[in-house]
């Protein structure tokens, strides 16, 4: 009896171990906090992402953000396909929880989003922009997304090197991360 006890005791330590570790693996990213959307809004490009089905197909992206009379956020969406075809959707940004804008709730118009419009909203999550606003880091708290963004379609080196260094110190899979394609001439 006692040694079933010590080993159920001790498969239940092995457990709540297990829990209490992985729960640490999976908490949410730090975010910015705040993000001025002032100027925040405007023309981004995507420098790499994380694969998501809905950009399966996409060499280049972009996102145009605009703030709204309401306070929400205009949201367009482009993607350069590889036969150069370019799609576009666009969709509307709104704070998760009022006042803070570094964690966003986005919502694209499509048929599906008609349809079962609680379903369709996804979060944004700044995870990091820079001081003069020229790159960021945008997330999703449980890191299967992830896009390094900049206000041009290249960045040097070394932000590419402080950018990737975040996004991992923040446990996102950088070795996945899918890399704009350069223009061609």
Known sequence: MAMRTTLLLSCLTLALAGCSSSHDQH??????????LQRYQGTWYELARLPMYFQRNCVQSEARYGLREDGRIDVNNRCKEQDGQWNEAHGIAEPQVQGRTDKLWVRFDNWFSRLAPGLTKGDYWVLYVSPDYRVALVGHPNRDYLWLLSRTPTVSQQTRDQLLQLA??????TDQLIWRQPDTP
């Open 27 to 36: 908490q949410p990213p730090p975010t910015t906090q705040q993000v001025d």
């Open 168 to 173: 991992r110190k923040q446990g996102y899979p």
